[in-house]
């Protein structure tokens, strides 16, 4: 699952680079699915050429995207999902290591600061955010988690229909872990690369920080949101 907002620039080459005859191998029948958060670039063209499935989502943000993919996924028979960022910041060749890491029920969270992390990859605000945040999450909620904005996560059926969840933007990923946390759904680290991203950045680092740690913060209070998914 890719979700997209404007990744023209990104998305031919990241589809290029799934491993799919590699996981062929391994006995898994995949299929590449696009949720688009309303992109007016070429995105959407360039997902129907390479035969990608197309999710149009209804509403703005990443984390209704996402949740109206696990839905669809609940909806078709697949036993595992692995959704991964479309700026060309994660290595798709990884797919498959992410796949054989997932926890039984549980979910392989991709590790850029135990893994590869080119230098010019993260911005510097976003690094020391992102330790402050993944210390935050620990702090409150006390399930190990070493890289809590991570955006290559590797699913079990189980922990998808599992998770509870209500987030609409960047905070989605902090509440996957939350949910986690909550429910005591297994989680394991895998070392991953990181580069620069193609395009433009979504996310501002200071306003979706804050609601990524008003989200633990409200999750600590309230562990499950009050409408499930
Ligand atoms: N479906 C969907 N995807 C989105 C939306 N907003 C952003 N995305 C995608 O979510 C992914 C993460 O967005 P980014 O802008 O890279 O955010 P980030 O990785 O947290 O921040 P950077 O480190 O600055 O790249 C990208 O693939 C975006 O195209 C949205 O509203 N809907
Ligand atoms: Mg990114």
Same mark, same amino acid.
């Not at 309303?38 to 670039?41: A, L, P, Q, W």
């Not at 700026?87 to 990884?94: A, I, L, V």
């Given at each position: 699952m890719l979700p997209t907002l404007d990744e023209e620039g990104a998305l031919e080459e990241i589809y290029s680079r799934i491993p799919l005859e590699e996981l062929k191998q391994k006995g898994y029948s995949s299929r590449v699915v696009v949720v688009d958060g309303?992109?007016?670039?070429n995105t959407l063209s360039i997902a129907h050429e390479l035969g990608c499935e197309v999710i149009n989502q209804w509403g703005e943000g990443k984390g209704i995207g996402m949740r109206q993919g696990f839905e669809r996924f609940l909806e078709s028979g697949d036993d595992k999902l692995v959704m991964l960022d479309c700026?060309? %910041?994660?290595?798709?060749?990884?797919i498959t290591k992410m796949v054989d890491g997932i926890p039984n029920g549980g979910i392989a969270i991709g590790d850029r600061l135990h893994g590869n992390?080119?230098?010019?990859?993260? %911005?510097s605000t976003n690094w020391i955010g992102n330790q402050l945040l993944t210390w935050l999450a620990v702090a409150l909620h006390g399930k190990t988690i070493n890289d809590l904005c991570s955006g290559f996560w590797a699913f079990s059926r189980d922990a998808i229909s599992r998770l509870q969840l209500n987030s609409m933007r960047f905070e989605i990923e902090a509440e996957m872990y939350t949910s986690c946390a909550y429910l005591d759904i297994p989680i394991r680290h895998i070392p991953i690369s990181y580069s620069k991203r193609v395009g433009e950045a979504k996310l501002g680092s200071i306003k979706d920080g804050t609601s990524i740690a008003r989200k633990l913060i409200i999750r600590r209070i309230f562990p499950t949101p009050h409408e499930e998914k």
């Open positions: 309303g992109s007016s670039d700026d060309g %910041t994660y290595h798709p060749e990884e992390l080119e230098a010019d990859a993260m %911005t």
